[in-house]
C-alpha cells in the first residue's frame, strides 16, 4: 500500500486564530495567513518551539535571507507573506516534505541497521533508551495519527534525549538533541507574521552562524548525514539531525512504529542564536530552566548587550536593536514580549520532568538604551538584597522558635541544620519570588516611561511582599507563646535589614541628585 502525508499541503499545524480558537493547517496555509493567526501553538512547550523552528528554518531556505535590514524591512512593510517565492519553492521541494515519500521521507532516513520502536515512543520526543522503552508498558498495537507524528518528529529531533538505542551493535546510543539543553527566547509580536519575521535574524555569509560548506536545509542536503560536528551554516543548523528515524504506518492510515539510530553529533560548544549565555569560571553556560527559579528574574541579561565578556543574549536582541537603528519599521516605544520555552532536565538521570513556556514583556527602547538596562540591573540587585533581608529574618524566626532562648547569655543554641530544615518547610523564599512576577512585568513596561514613580513604586512592592512572606511563615508557626515571641523578633530583623537596604537607596539617590 502507497502512503502519502505531505506536509505543505496537509493540515497539521496547530494554530490559534486571532479570535482565540484553534485550527490545523498546512505548512503553506500556516506562512499565507501567518498575519490573520495569533501564533503557532502545539500541545507543549516543546512541540511549540519545534513547530516555530521549522517555519523560521522554511523561511529563510526559501528566501535565502533577509540578507540585510533593508531586505528584512522590505518583508515587514508587506504586512503579511507574499507567497510567489514560497510556492516555488514548494514545488521545487514538494517530494521532500512528504512523511512517506519512498527516496526522502521528511525528516527522517531509511538504514539497514535501524531498530524498531513502538510509535508510542514518539510523544516522549523519542527518548530511546530501553529504560524507557522496557518501563512505559508499551503497547504494540496503539498508534499515533499523520499529523501528531509529524509533529513528535520535530520535538524528536529538537528536544530528544540521549540513550541507549540497542545493545551490540554500534553506535549503541544517541546524543541529546540540540535544543534540549538551555532556554529558547522568541520574540513574540501581534500576529503570527510579526513573530515570524521578527525571529528572522539576518541571514548572509557568516550570519548568525560561520558559512563552513554548502549551506542547506536537511530536505535540500544530498548526503544529509555526511560526519560533521559543526553545521555547514544556519540552514544546516536550524534542521540538524542527531538522530536517523524512519517512521512505519499502518493500513488505518497512523504510525505503529518507527525505526532509528544515532545521527550527527553536534558540536557541545555551538551557542545557538536563540539562547542567553552566562559567563561562568568553567566557561560559556547556557540559561535553564529550573524548578526554582522563574525566568523574570534574568529578564536583565536577556537585553545586556553591551557586556559580551559576560553575557551573550539571544541574537535577536542585536538585530532588533540594527532594525530600530537603520529601518523606520519599528518604534522603540512598542511593545512586544519574550517568549521562553524548554524543559526542565535531570541531565544525569537522562529524563525531562518539566515543560515550561513563560511569557515577559519586552519593551523595545531597551534594545537601545544601555542606562534603562542598567536601572533594571540595580532593580534585581535591590530585589536579591530584599530577599537576603527576608532570609535573615525567616533564620530568626526559626532559630528563637526552635530554642527561645537562643539569645540570652548561655542560651541553647539549635543546631544550624534544623533551623534550615525549618526555614525550607516555611518556603518564605518560594512565597516571596511567586508575589512579585506580576508586579515586575508592569515595572519592566512602567520603567522607561516614569523612571523615578516606577522605582518608588517597585521599592515600596519589595517591602511589602518580604513582609507578607515573613508573615505566612509566622502563622506556620503557630500561637504559642515561644511562636509569637519568635515572630517579634524576626519582625525587628527584617525592619533593621530592610532600613539597611533602602538607606543605601536613598543615600545613592541624594548623590545623583548633587
Known sequence: MTYSFNLIDQPWIPCAKLDGSMEELSLRETLARAHGLRAVQGDSPLETAS????????????????????DWAMLWKAKQFEMNRFDK??????????????????YQFKDKDMVEKSALLLPHGMSTANELFEHQMVVETNSIGFPQAARML?????????GLVYPGKPPKTITRAPLLNGVLFLVEGDNLFETLLLNCLQYAEHKPLPTLGTDEPTWEADKPFKKREQPNGYLDYLTWQNRKVLLIPDESM????????????????????????????????????????????????????????NVHPPQTVKWLALLLDETDCLKPNQIYRYMALGAGVHYKDAKIYFYRHESMPLPLTYLVKEDLVSKLNDAMTRTEQVKSALNKASFSLAKNFISPSAEEKNGRQPDVNDINKLTSHWNIE???????????????????????????????????????????????????AKALKAAVKARGVLEYQLAQVFQTTQTQKEVVNE
Open 154 to 162: 520535530l520535538v524528536g529531533q529538537y528536544f530528544g534525549l540521549g
Open 51 to 70: 513547530l516555530y523552528r521549522l517555519l523560521l528554518a522554511v523561511i529563510h531556505s526559501a528566501l535565502r535571507g533577509p540578507a540585510d535590514e533593508n
Open 430 to 480: 518560594t512565597h516571596y519570588w511567586s508575589k512579585l512576577e506580576v508586579p515586575f512585568s508592569m515595572f519592566v513596561v512602567d520603567l522607561p516611561i516614569e523612571t523615578e514613580s516606577a522605582f518608588d513604586r517597585w521599592n515600596e512592592t519589595l517591602k511589602q511582599t518580604a513582609q507578607e512572606a515573613l508573615a505566612s511563615a509566622e502563622r506556620m508557626a503557630g500561637e504559642s
Open 89 to 106: 519553492y514548494f514545488k521545487q521541494w514538494h517530494s521532500r516534505f512528504d512523511l512517506f515519500d519512498k527516496e526522502r521521507p521528511f
Open 254 to 309: 497512523r504510525v505503529k512504529a518507527m525505526q532509528i539510530m544515532r545521527g550527527l553529533d553536534l558540536d557541545k560548544d555551538l551557542e545557538d542564536p536563540f539562547k542567553l549565555y552566562l559567563k561562568k569560571d568553567s566557561g560559556w553556560k547556557f540559561l535553564p530552566f529550573t524548578r526554582e527559579r522563574s525566568l523574570w528574574r534574568d529578564s536583565h541579561t536577556l537585553v545586556k548587550r553591551h557586556d559580551p565578556d
